[in-house]
């Protein structure tokens, strides 16, 4: 804490580099996986992307010379972790982005803050009034998103549903890293979310075997291999160790700043390259929904 302490507010540094770079790896994600899921099924894809980048976080703790032995105790804690933070979590990002857009999702999945405070709440921690008021700002955007009227009710259909597993993905993140925190902050993130990774898509394997099986990987063309490699090597590996050297180096607060950007990025990059679209009304209710965590994280 140190160093980050010298690191002036205004200057741009190897921390900012390593969290626009993660949050840029996230971004493009969505689109990404959305082009990836026609050629697997959602249960394969988040279970294929995720035992690649386990191997991958392990290769790096193997490399880094740190322990990666796990106690009965910790494994329990660890599956629970995998089965939160990744089989229902992962599961239902990628059940829901198949049915709705990458831009519509990047949105919504950013609104797991907002449960989270809900939670802490629960558990007696106290929430400025400015902070509940996000929290329902940010719900009144999400439903327009969804609604994509301000005049009448329109959900239905596919897209609804699809919104609906996002918003529970984001539910399912919220809790996992209120779980996942003491963990955490014994064993470091980079362990805990190796493991957690492998048996959340050992679990995911188990939840549909015969998908699993009967996947025709050879009719996969190459353009489906390369979005694949993509979203498993970049947006799940890579961008968590990027983004935990850049938070390590400019602290929390500053950090979590970035993740602004995520759904700007995916929007951007659904529209110029996937050609996604999105209605004004819509845009609006993206510009609440990030407002109100604005508000919930700088002032609640």
């Known amino acids: 804490m140190a160093e980050t302490s010298r690191i002036k507010p205004s200057s741009f540094s190897s921390g900012d580099f390593f969290l626009l770079a993660a949050v840029f790896a996230w971004g493009v994600n969505f689109p990404i996986a959305k082009l990836v899921l026609d050629y697997m099924p959602p249960i394969v894809f988040s279970a294929t992307r995720y035992f690649t980048a386990s191997g991958l976080l392990f290769l790096l703790l193997f490399l880094k010379r740190e322990r990666i032995s796990i106690t009965l105790r910790e494994m329990g804690e660890l599956i629970l972790i995998g089965l939160l933070g990744i089989a229902l979590f992962q599961g239902g990002w990628a059940y829901g982005l198949n049915l709705t857009t990458a831009s519509k999702a990047s949105i919504l ?61 984001a539910l399912m993140w919220s809790i996992y890293t209120i779980v996942s925190g003491p963990m955490v902050a014994k064993r470091g993130p980079l362990l805990v979310t190796a493991w957690a990774m492998l048996f959340g898509a050992t679990i995911l394997t188990f939840v549909d075997l015969p998908a699993m099986v009967n996947q025709d990987w050879v009719s996969i063309p190459m353009t489906g291999w390369i979005a694949w490699a993509a979203t498993a090597l970049l947006g799940a590996a890579l961008a968590f160790v990027w983004y935990c050297a850049g938070i390590s180096r400019l602290g929390v607060a500053r950090g979590m700043a970035y993740s602004f950007l995520i759904p700007v990025i995916a929007i951007l990059t659904a529209i110029l390259f996937f050609g996604e679209s999105m209605t004004f009304i819509q845009l609006g209710g993206a510009v609440i929904v990030l407002a109100g965590i604005h508000l919930n994280r700088k002032f609640g």
């Open 109 to 169: 999945v950013a609104t797991s803050p907002v449960f989270a405070t809900f939670f802490v709440a629960f558990r007696g921690e106290k929430t400025k009034l400015v902070g509940w008021i996000g929290v329902l700002l940010s719900l009144f955007g999400v439903a327009v998103i969804i609604n994509n009227s301000l005049t009448e009710i329109t959900v239905g259909g596919g897209s609804f549903y699809g919104d609906l597993m996002i918003i529970g993905a």
